[in-house]
């Protein structure tokens, strides 16, 4: 079990995921820089952490996405690495075409920092962590979480038996079916791909829900899945 | 160029030196300070320096009476933060400022550079920040102004401290016309530092090399420190736009990494934000305190716009930028780790040991100050002072219905979600508490089972009527909120906030406002360790409330055991410390202050922190502002639960006893039998009001009786703050169609 946690310049959940893989879920945790072209040797799974990455120029993760280290993760996870990009890593996850889709500013036009509510999906791969149809509470704290993607990949990744399903999808939603959150489409806060259901992408947090102290423990799975690699 | 264009007559001077905001008698002192009439870069520098916002000349004179004293005082004030022990070779970093008239003319940028600039005062000491904390003041929530003002100050600290990665968990925000011309907007940081690494703002060591550090230098904010020195008149917001800086979190965030890094390896001497009056405030302040000199070579600072002058240089306000002392031989280290953040690093001077500052632009010499007159002898005025009689306190004791409905739509108490959210509140995973849940914060202290506790206060209505009692009580209800969370007073930073000190009675109020808060604090010993004052907060020569806030930090010295605000369904409620009497000091009718005695409030204080932190109460509410009801209210909103309370008290009226302040006290909810309860709080007197449960909150008091639906209260309120935001200022009651 040895985790890797990406830094780009302004990431600023990188500290919080090493803690959390390291001393919570108890794997050997390690600090990957942005410039790094390969992962250290022995990796079992990279973290994607949330922040600012690069400032959010032109689109937030977008710039993320043509970083050296970002090739060597593609080429991790096209092996069946075990990759979780949280909220500025899911954002890259998309950008980098890792998985599909893009996180448009909130429907609201404002920053959103609460809990939330949301349901398990597929028990798959790296979500295989929790049952599906399982509900679990996680906070968010973003300005760009509107998941957007266009119809046919929309009505694929609903089919529910593709190569990219829905992870985690907000409870609580609009009469068409957006999230109330933040607008995203059909309610989709998290999805899973890759080879071999090895990829997450979410915006959650779940390393701020990983220990008691801080008030709910929901997040603790999917973090020790990652730091575990995929099943 | 050379130094015999920049010379000119003592007339043209004058002009000049009137231009930049030195009065004559100044003009005269500088000639004195100088030996000689200044040039203009130099008299832009010595203007800068003496302005009220960094010599503090009307204030200096009564600051000295704080208590800045204590056993666990490491850093007091006159550096960028304060910092007090908290045990096992930590310290915490922490200051509060005010960042009023920029947020004033330009809200989401002058919000937002106010948190940039906090934050880098905390980080430039060696602390990695942990929490920050705002106190908003904005004018009548149906004033025109308020719903922008509201809306951008609120996203310009949103988008600041969410891209840095500090945790914003407190916020108190409130409305009143006194603040219709001048809102407030002070800003909180706090770090957590190994006392073995803390750094400094000197320039010791002569010929160690300086290093200019961070975002470019641009023509943004010449002046600022000047402008935020004045008052204002109306529309004048516009004029003054071009003196408001742009911030760049992104940027400081590489800052802070690179800064830590230089931390963690011996190179460094001494550090210094460049904040208000940029690069000359920061190299002034450091060769003071060293008693050296600096050579500075202006013509190497990294601009990002072309043809600055020396003078723009040395004024520009550009955010993100900070001054190094490296050690010599490191230099090539330090330029690497900030080249590995994609940061300039460049060396721009060197520490010399004649006291003097000399500027150069090209090899040419364009001024020389000397480094300690122009900090430290900066004028001092004892400004006349001169108390204007407060009115007579009028009752207004009737109307319990009319009240409760009143204080149920009360825009200042009210539920803060709308603004909360804005703010990412759990980066760092240390956030126990945020203030939306709790009358304080708490934030766990990274690699202990301590925790800070962080609340801001202040008492504008109260200080309008008594000044130096409305300053005590800041500090009293600062106290009462740390020990609600369990947590011992430990140290206070202070933002005094008020008007024009040329006008005596304004002054006045400034003389008592300080001396109150020193007061206090002496009273409960508790040092203030930083902080900073602004004046000039009037338009149209109408001043704001005298408004000294307070930032309390408790310490939580052992997390186990400790209840952080968690009332149970059928727990018993209790009133501790005496029931309110009158609507003195409450906030129905025109302000109004009643006296607390200090050792009421440090008694409490000492027993509601031993039960919290003991864990024989589950919660604990401060009573400060809306009296009993807004304790009950709170609790009901934050657990969810009701509450079924009764008090009376002989010889007062139903709405004193629901909405008064008179005197000091803290709502509890507690499984504790009531023996146990009055053994707990002993030598306070107790009260038993009822019981927490069901989905109802009641409150009979002396024979009126308040009750709803907890539901409904937190429907009432809940989108109070977001119907402002959104220009609608009119508040709508419970019941009432919305």
């Not at chain 2, 203007?47 to 200096?60: G, I, L, P, Q, T």
């Not at chain 2, 990494?257 to 690069?279: K, N, S, T, Y």
């Amino acid at each position: 079990m040895k985790a890797a946690v990406v830094t780009f310049p302004g990431s600023n959940c990188d500290r919080d995921c090493l803690h959390v893989a390291g001393n919570v879920v108890g794997a050997e945790a390690v600090s990957v820089w942005h410039q790094d072209s390969e992962l250290p040797a022995g990796v079992t799974g990279v973290i994607l952490p949330g922040g600012f990455s690069y400032g959010d120029a032109l689109r937030a993760g977008s710039i993320a996405a043509h970083s050296p280290v970002m090739a060597a993760v593609k080429r991790f996870a096209d092996k069946g690495g075990a990759v979780l990009g949280i909220c500025n890593g899911f954002q890259m996850l998309c950008e980098s075409q890792l998985l599909p889709g893009a996180l448009a500013p909130n429907r609201d036009g404002h920053f959103i920092c609460k809990d939330v509510l949301m349901t398990v999906e597929p028990s798959v791969g790296l979500t295989g962590a929790y049952d599906a149809g399982q509900t679990v509470t996680m906070p968010v704290a973003h300005g760009e979480g509107r998941f957007v993607v266009d119809d046919d990949t929309l009505k694929n990744i609903e089919a529910g038996d593709g190569p990219v399903r829905v992870a985690f999808r907000y409870q609580q939603r609009e009469t068409d079916g957006t999230a109330s959150l933040n607008g995203s489409t059909a309610g989709i806060a998290g999805l899973v791909g890759g080879p071999s259901f090895n990829v997450v992408g979410l915006m959650p947090h779940p390393e701020r829900c990983a220990e008691d102290r801080l008030g709910g423990t929901d997040g603790l799975a999917l973090m020790a899945a990652l730091a575990g690699g995929a099943k | 160029m050379t130094i015999a264009m920049l010379q000119d007559t003592d007339d043209t001077q004058l002009e000049h030196a009137l231009e930049v905001g030195l009065s004559e008698d100044e003009f005269e002192r500088a000639k004195e300070v100088m030996g000689k009439v200044p040039n203009k870069v130099e008299l832009g520098v010595i203007s800068a320096m003496w302005s009220e916002h960094c010599s503090y000349k009307s204030s200096r004179l009564h600051l000295a009476k704080l208590p800045s004293e204590g056993d666990n005082v490491i850093v007091g004030p006159g550096e960028n933060a304060g910092i007090l022990d908290v045990g096992d070779g930590f310290g915490v970093c922490f200051k509060v400022e005010s960042h009023n008239h920029p947020s004033y003319i330009e809200p989401v940028q002058g919000a937002a550079t106010g948190v940039g600039g906090i934050l880098r005062d905390v980080f430039t000491m060696g602390a990695r920040p942990i929490a920050a904390g705002n106190l908003l003041r904005f004018g009548a929530a149906d004033h025109k102004k308020t719903p922008h003002l509201l809306r951008g100050v609120v996203q310009g600290i949103s988008d600041y401290g969410n891209c840095f990665g500090v945790p914003t968990v407190y916020s108190d925000v409130d409305f009143d016309s006194a603040y219709n011309g001048n809102i407030l907007v002070n800003a909180f940081a706090l770090g957590v530092v190994k006392n073995d690494q803390i750094f400094l703002g000197r320039a010791d060591g002569i010929g160690n090399p300086i290093f200019y550090v961070g975002a470019k230098t641009g023509r943004d904010g010449i002046h600022g420190a000047t402008m935020a020195s004045d008052s204002f008149s109306e529309d004048d917001d516009q004029a003054k736009r071009p003196t408001v800086q742009v911030g760049d979190p992104f940027k400081e965030k590489l800052l802070l990494e690179a800064c830590q890094a230089c931390f963690a390896e011996d190179v460094l001497i001494g550090i210094q934000d460049m904040g208000a009056a940029g690069l000359t405030s920061s190299i002034f302040e450091m060769a003071s305190r060293s008693g050296s000199g600096v050579k500075l070579h202006l013509d190497l600072v990294p601009t990002r716009e072309t043809g600055m002058t020396a003078y723009e240089k040395m004024l520009s306000e550009s955010q993100e930028r900070m001054v190094l002392v490296a050690k010599q031989g490191a230099e090539a280290r330090v330029q690497e780790l900030f080249h590995r953040w994609g940061l300039d690093c460049v060396q721009v001077g060197e520490v010399t040991d004649d006291g003097m500052v000399r500027l150069f632009d090209d090899g040419v010499e364009v001024g020389v100050l000397p480094a300690r007159p122009l900090a430290d002898e900066a004028p001092k005025y004892d400004r006349p002072h001169e108390r204007a009689e407060a009115p007579a306190f009028v009752a207004d004791d009737g109307g319990f219905d009319g009240h409760a409905k009143q204080a149920l739509v009360d825009a200042g108490r009210t539920n803060l979600d709308w603004v909360y959210e804005q703010y990412d509140r759990h980066v760092g995973v240390m956030t126990l508490v945020d203030g939306a849940q709790a009358p304080a914060a708490v934030v766990q202290i990274p690699s202990t089972n301590k925790a800070v506790t962080v609340a801001l206060v202040c008492q504008g209505r109260k200080c309008s009527a008594d000044a130096h009692e409305g300053g005590a009580q800041a500090v009293y209800e600062g106290a009462l909120r740390a020990a609600c969370m369990g947590a011992k007073p430990l140290g206070v930073s202070d933002c005094l906030n008020f008007g024009n000190p040329q006008v005596p009675t304004v002054m006045q109020t400034l003389v008592d406002g300080i001396e109150g808060l020193g007061h206090a604090c002496r009273e409960l010993g508790i040092p203030v360790v930083s902080g900073n004052v602004s004046l000039y907060n009037e338009t149209d020569g109408v001043s704001i409330h005298p408004t000294p806030t307070v930032a309390m930090v408790g310490l939580v010295d052992n997390l186990n055991g400790t209840h952080l605000h968690q009332p149970q369904d059928g727990e018993a409620v209790w009133l501790v410390g005496a029931p309110a009497t009158t609507l003195e000091g409450s906030r129905i009718g025109a302000p109004s202050c009643a006296t607390w005695a200090p050792a009421d409030v440090a008694a409490l204080v000492d027993k509601t922190q031993q039960a919290v932190h003991g864990g024989q109460v589950s919660s604990a509410n401060v009573t400060c502002h809306a009296g009993l009801w807004q304790a009950l209210v709170e609790t009901a909103v934050r657990s969810g639960l009701g509450v079924d309370a009764q008090l009376d008290v002989d010889g007062a009226s139903a709405s004193a006893v629901a909405f008064g302040a008179n005197a000091p006290s803290v709502v509890v909810t507690t499984s504790l039998n009531d023996d146990d309860v009055r053994k707990a709080f002993a030598g306070l007197p107790v009260v038993k009001l009822g019981t927490v449960g069901g989905d109802s909150l009641q409150l009979r008091a002396n024979g009126e009786t308040w009750s709803s639906s907890v539901a409904d209260v937190i429907a009432a309120r809940g989108r109070r703050i977001q119907g402002i935001a959104e220009g609608d200022g009119h508040a709508v009651g419970l019941g009432e169609s919305v």
